[in-house]
């Protein structure tokens, strides 16, 4: 994923003297957990696995139905 884009921002870039060599500042990494990786998708499932397990958890008590969010 591109940080900086030509449309975004035009400027005339000089090609690196190493073409392995990246130039920095211009490619981003790929983070752990990034919408649209199996990481990301794995954490959003337990997010909502976790959320439904602290549901259960709550209404399970006697007096859920009494107390309110405000108290």
Same mark, same amino acid.
């Given at each position: &994923? /591109?940080? +900086?884009?030509p449309v975004v921002h035009p400027m005339e870039v000089a090609a690196p003297a190493n073409p392995a060599q990246q130039p920095q500042g211009v490619l981003m990494k790929d983070l752990p957990g990034m919408p649209g990786t199996p990481s990301g998708l !794995?954490?959003? @499932? =337990?997010?909502l696995l976790l959320a !439904? @397990? +602290?549901? !259960? @958890? &709550? +209404?399970? =008590? +006697?007096? /859920? !139905?009494t107390v309110s969010a405000f108290w």
């Open positions: &994923m /591109f940080a +900086s884009r !794995a954490l959003r @499932v =337990t997010q !439904a @397990v +602290s549901l !259960a @958890v &709550m +209404s399970s =008590t +006697s007096d /859920f !139905a």
